[in-house]
């Protein structure tokens, strides 16, 4: 059974460095035809796509973070992490894991199975 | 401010039908697939509707989707107790190279 299951720094000082992973169990990250998409929601709001990423590193990044973040997979582990530098108290909120299914122009692209999710608080 | 619109709120009786919309441009719900999310409180998102109109199994036949043109709708019919919950429409825009999300619409069952 596919599971997604996050972890990391739980509280960031502000302006260091947010890392996550994301730990992929009963599918191969390399598997053809999925990709796998980080997503956050600041407490009290919606929801935001941060990015995804192909197993063969291809990725794209939301516009308003692309400067800032970068997903990674990681082959030997079946998992893919997530950075984000120069972190704020804007950047406090869950973040969760996806796999996504899309093809190549992304005409269909949508997130079927997600992680439980994790809280990041950003605080000196 | 997301790119594709939402109402923030929808309400309705156990057994009536509630719809909820989406708005969006030629950028993206014009040219791509939509898909909706439904959030329960406290829980992570869930997969509700795919490519517009596809129900993953498991997803009651109450729930449906329909695209037409620049917009996209959810129905519920035969609204239940437990489909109180936030609701997400979710597309890819051309312009931005990513994938948006609406505001989200919180269906509250009276």
Same mark, same amino acid.
């Given at each position: 059974q596919l599971q997604l299951q996050e972890s990391g720094s739980g509280l960031v000082r502000p302006?260091?460095?947010?890392?996550?992973?994301?730990?992929?169990?009963?599918?191969?990250?390399?598997?053809?035809g999925y990709t796998w998409t980080w997503i956050r929601q600041p407490p009290g709001k919606g929801?935001?796509?941060?990015?995804?990423?192909?197993?063969?590193?291809?990725?794209?990044?939301?516009?308003s973070l692309k400067?800032?973040?970068?997903?990674?997979?990681?082959?030997?582990k079946n998992q893919?992490?997530?950075?984000?530098?120069?972190?704020?108290?804007a950047d406090t909120a869950v973040y969760y894991c996806a796999r996504s299914i899309g093809n190549d122009y992304q005409d269909?692209?949508?997130?079927?199975?997600w992680g439980k999710g994790t809280t990041v608080t950003v605080s000196s | 401010q997301s790119v594709v619109t939402q109402p923030p709120s929808a309400s309705g009786t156990p057994g009536q039908r509630v719809t909820?919309?989406?708005?969006? +441009? @030629?950028?993206?719900?014009?040219r791509k697939n939509v898909n909706w999310y439904?959030?329960?409180?406290?829980?992570?998102?869930?997969?509700?509707?795919?490519?517009n109109d596809?129900?993953? +199994? @498991?997803?009651?036949?109450?729930?449906?989707g329909s695209k037409s043109g620049t917009s996209a709708s959810l129905a519920i019919s035969g609204l239940q107790s437990e489909d109180e919950a936030d609701y997400y429409c979710a597309t890819w825009d051309d312009s931005l190279n990513g994938a948006v999300f609406g505001g989200g619409t919180k269906v509250t069952v009276l």
């Open positions: 302006s260091q460095t947010l890392s996550l992973t994301c730990a992929v169990s009963g599918v191969s990250i390399t598997t053809g929801l935001e796509w941060i990015g995804l990423i192909y197993h063969s590193g291809t990725a794209y990044y939301n516009p400067s800032r973040v970068t997903i990674s997979p990681d082959r030997s893919f992490s997530l950075n984000l530098t120069s972190v704020t108290a269909f692209y949508y997130m079927d199975v | 909820i919309s989406c708005a969006g +441009s @030629g950028s993206n719900i014009g439904q959030q329960l409180p406290g829980m992570a998102p869930k997969l509700l509707i795919y490519s596809r129900r993953p +199994s @498991g997803v009651p036949d109450r729930f449906s």
